[in-house]
């Protein structure tokens, strides 16, 4: 399962790769009519392949659960365009799946790669290989599956690289995103500081809760709260803020850097508090506040009901000579607050 827009050079060598090891290719193109047509040409002779295209949302995790439905076998590999298999987990793809006792798998994802060449030792977990039955999307920015079973770690030597050469969203279209997934509610704060405490010890969808730090740290938290009378859909003060952002810049520093990344966790934090402040000054500052906590919480998937088949059609269809991104996710989060508030 991949999600394309205007890659295609990538998303052929992708294909090229993993088609002779694969039962189906499922593609989500949200490409321009040149680039969606170039797709079709160069995979018709390709039966393995289907090709569906998408009103694009600015990043592909809402359309996730609509995809899902698309692939037909029970095991899934997620990939991204810019993304290759080593050649040990590419050749041991079908023996990993085999495991009766998995339901899916973390796999390292070294995140600089150029030209085939690994240029540092910084990864990621990330859990890329599921049983579709047992899987669930929220549409959060950046999220892992929510696995209904087991995760499996991969061993070291088996791997997804990352090709740095592939442009990303830009940092003005990520700004957009934060006014939303940023601002945090205290409810939706207690588990983002354990999901980050997480990333820090153990591989991405681990159930931290269920070890003894987990159930301190949210013991903690939740005591913090109580002491302090804090409300659960009340929004985060900035100083707590402060220590969620330098929780979530320390698990990355730790990990490109080791403990001389530490001082960089705390390097553009006051920077941040600043940028949030200017968003709660905006005029929409209390609008969007309210559409954070449905979106962190359900998720944009069921906010704007984008699991139904029905729905992505009609949305695709009616932008299909649009402008679609960001700007047209955000204008979708912000009609379904208003409608939901006059019919109430």
Known sequence: MVFSKNSTSQLLGLIRQMYGIVDQVVVIDSSTNAE?????????????????????????????????????????????????????????????????????????????????QRQSNFFTWQIRLFRKRKTRFRGILHEQP???????????????????????????????????????????????MLEYVSKLMMPEGAKIKDIAIGRFVWGWLTLYEKITLKKPQEEVANRDYYFFVVLRNLVYALKQHGV??????????????????????????????????????????????????????????????????????MSLLKEKYKRDRYIK
């Open 36 to 116: 969606y047509n170039r797709v079709i040409r160069s995979t018709k002779r390709m039966s393995k392949v289907g090709v569906h295209w998408a009103v694009a949302l600015g990043y592909p995790d809402p359309l996730r659960m609509w995809a899902l439905k698309k692939c037909r076998n029970d095991w899934v590999l997620l990939m991204d365009t810019d993304e290759r298999l080593n050649d040990e987990l590419r050749n041991k793809l079908k023996s990993i799946i085999s495991k009766p006792e998995y339901d899916a798998f973390a796999i390292k994802r070294y995140e600089e790669v150029e030209r085939g």
């Open 260 to 329: 001389l990344g530490v001082p960089a966790a705390f390097r553009g934090t006051k920077d941040y508090i600043r940028t949030l402040n200017e968003w709660k000054d905006e005029p929409d500052s209390q609008m969007l506040f309210e559409i954070s906590k449905e979106v962190n919480g359900r998720g944009v998937i069921k906010y704007l009901g984008l699991d139904r088949d029905s729905v992505v059609r009609q949305l695709s269809a009616r932008y299909k000579n649009k402008k679609g991104g960001v700007d047209l996710l």
């Open 146 to 192: 929510i696995i209904d079973g087991r995760v499996g770690r991969l061993d070291d030597g088996f791997a997804i690289e990352h090709r740095v050469e592939h442009r990303h969203p830009t940092s003005q279209e990520y700004y957009k995103l934060n006014r939303v997934f940023d601002r945090l509610s205290y409810a939706t704060y207690n588990e983002k």
